[in-house]
């Protein structure tokens, strides 16, 4: 045993006192710069103290906004205080990347509702039944929260969230309210007018954070994740400063601290500094922008994937006056592709204006940029240009549609 490779790692020295909280997924006790997001969700839900029904919630925001830690620490507190008073309450978390039919959502809550039951097999009106069965049964307000409610199919997120708020008008006791999470803030305007209506809910739009606002956030995670003393302070100020300048991204910040530290760790250094920092970052940036690629909605996977296949062998543009602009891509050719990538991968192609946002939606998060033709091309245009490496966006992309 004394040549068993872990023993290395077993007896090795480490910066950390406790990794898992500075993991991105970790939500701390204090959410620093969110007490008004707080203070709204905790209003809007507050109904249920008194057993009545909680208001439907949507939230926005680009990634690393804090969306998903606000909306867990307010629920775990409600849900705790709820069971402390026997109130009624029945929260339900769900990422939407892993249940994106109406059918999947049902059926993994009637699942929870009846755990020694199997209901493989049942169809969708026995499913819906046997929901409402139970709410009505146990006098529930429940309570869905569903993250990346965009990766939900185009052609079912109306169907499921029509029915979920609807689901009311069944219940003469109990209710169910719905947490909507989302990266995309075009999401919402492309619901059909019924459910927009159905919904009467809350809205709010968490803001990126500043260079100022992530120290602080990093000199918090840094406190309970790292032995004292051991990260510089300008390691913290290099993590911030790069995050901020990306996208005010809470999650890339931590992240560069955490590959940091374990590079720290594989040198068996003793300190973390912005040199290690540095180093980590090229790593994280490419682990960012995989993460950004799958977390897209499908309509916006399937117009960068077009930039994509037209990127292969971009033609250019010759200029009236001769010269010749490399790399460079027309929007109505890219609109062509992204139509027949939508039909081959059964989704409805959105029109021109959808497209043009989708268009505008991409630059906002780095993935191209974009010019008016101008004089001496022309026409008048929009000219794209694709800001990441296309390969490796189209392998993630194609993976992902066709697994």
């Given at each position: 045993?004394?040549?068993?490779?872990?023993?290395?790692?077993?007896?090795?020295?480490?910066?950390?006192?406790?990794?898992?909280?500075?993991?991105?997924?970790?939500?701390?006790?204090?959410?620093?710069?969110?007490?008004?997001?707080?203070?709204?969700?905790?209003?809007?839900?507050?109904?249920?103290?008194?057993?009545?029904?909680?208001?439907?919630?949507?939230?926005?925001?680009?990634?690393?906004?804090?969306?998903?830690?606000?909306?867990?620490?307010?629920?775990?507190?409600?849900?705790?205080?709820?069971?402390?008073?026997?109130?009624?309450?029945?929260?339900?978390?769900?990422?939407?990347?892993?249940?994106?039919?109406?059918?999947?959502?049902?059926?993994?809550c009637v699942q929870l509702f009846y755990p020694d039951k199997n209901f493989i097999g049942y169809s969708r009106s026995f499913i819906y039944d046997k929901?409402?069965?139970?709410?009505?049964?146990?006098?529930?307000?429940?309570?869905?929260?569903?993250?990346?409610?965009?990766?939900?199919?185009?052609?079912?997120?109306?169907?499921?969230?029509?029915?979920?708020?609807?689901?009311?008008?069944?219940?003469?006791?109990?209710?169910?309210?719905?947490?909507?999470?989302?990266?995309?803030?075009?999401?919402?305007?492309?619901?059909?007018?019924?459910?927009?209506?159905?919904?009467?809910?809350?809205?709010?739009?968490?803001?990126?954070?500043?260079?100022?606002?992530?120290?602080?956030?990093?000199?918090?995670?840094?406190?309970?994740?790292?032995?004292?003393?051991?990260?510089?302070?300008?390691?913290?100020?290099?993590?911030?400063?790069?995050?901020?300048?990306?996208?005010?991204?809470?999650?890339?910040?931590?992240?560069?601290?955490?590959?940091?530290?374990?590079?720290?760790?594989?040198?068996?250094?003793?300190?973390?500094?912005?040199?290690?920092?540095?180093?980590?970052?090229?790593?994280?940036?490419?682990?960012?922008?995989?993460?950004?690629?799958?977390?897209?909605?499908?309509?916006?996977?399937?117009?960068?994937?077009?930039?994509?296949?037209?990127?292969?062998?971009?033609?250019?543009?010759?200029?009236?006056?001769?010269?010749?602009?490399?790399?460079?891509?027309?929007?109505?050719?890219?609109?062509?592709?992204?139509?027949?990538?939508?039909?081959?991968?059964?989704?409805?192609?959105?029109?021109?204006?959808?497209?043009?946002?989708?268009?505008?939606?991409?630059?906002?998060?780095?993935?191209?940029?974009?010019?008016?033709?101008?004089?001496?091309?022309?026409?008048?245009?929009?000219?794209?240009?694709?800001?990441?490496?296309?390969?490796?966006?189209?392998?993630?992309?194609?993976?992902?549609?066709?697994?």
């Amino acid at each position: 045993m004394a040549d068993n490779i872990f023993y290395e790692f077993l007896n090795q020295d480490s910066v950390f006192i406790d990794k898992n909280k500075i993991s991105p997924h970790y939500t701390p006790d204090k959410l620093p710069f969110r007490d008004d997001q707080i203070k709204d969700l905790s209003m809007w839900l507050s109904p249920a103290l008194k057993s009545q029904k909680p208001h439907n919630v949507f939230i926005y925001g680009k990634v690393g906004t804090g969306k998903t830690s606000v909306v867990r620490h307010v629920v775990n507190q409600l849900d705790q205080i709820s069971i402390e008073n026997k109130f009624p309450l029945y929260p339900v978390y769900l990422n939407c990347r892993n249940y994106q039919t109406k059918y999947a959502v049902l059926f993994y809550c009637v699942q929870l509702f009846y755990p020694d039951k199997n209901f493989i097999g049942y169809s969708r009106s026995f499913i819906y039944d046997k929901f409402l069965t139970f709410i009505k049964d146990n006098k529930l307000n429940f309570l869905i929260i569903l993250d990346e409610i965009d990766k939900i199919k185009d052609k079912e997120i109306d169907d499921i969230i029509y029915t979920l708020t609807r689901s009311n008008d069944e219940l003469l006791v109990g209710s169910v309210s719905m947490i909507g999470i989302s990266n995309n803030l075009f999401f919402k305007s492309r619901l059909d007018p019924r459910t927009k209506s159905s919904l009467c809910e809350q809205e709010a739009v968490y803001p990126p954070y500043n260079a100022q606002e992530l120290r602080e956030i990093l000199t918090q995670r840094v406190n309970v994740a790292f032995k004292p003393g051991v990260v510089t302070s300008s390691a913290i100020n290099s993590a911030a400063a790069f995050a901020a300048k990306e996208s005010g991204d809470a999650r890339t910040a931590v992240m560069f601290l955490l590959k940091a530290g374990e590079i720290s760790d594989r040198d068996k250094l003793k300190q973390v500094t912005d040199v290690e920092v540095l180093k980590a970052k090229e790593k994280v940036e490419q682990e960012v922008i995989k993460s950004m690629v799958l977390t897209l909605p499908v309509q916006l996977q399937l117009v960068l994937l077009a930039i994509t296949h037209k990127s292969d062998n971009p033609k250019g543009i010759l200029k009236i006056d001769g010269s010749f602009e490399e790399n460079v891509l027309y929007s109505g050719e890219i609109y062509e592709m992204y139509s027949l990538l939508a039909e081959k991968y059964d989704e409805k192609p959105v029109s021109m204006r959808w497209f043009r946002e989708y268009i505008t939606e991409l630059e906002t998060y780095g993935f191209i940029t974009t010019m008016q033709s101008g004089k001496g091309v022309k026409g008048n245009t929009t000219l794209i240009k694709l800001g990441v490496d296309s390969k490796t966006i189209q392998n993630l992309l194609l993976k992902e549609f066709e697994a």
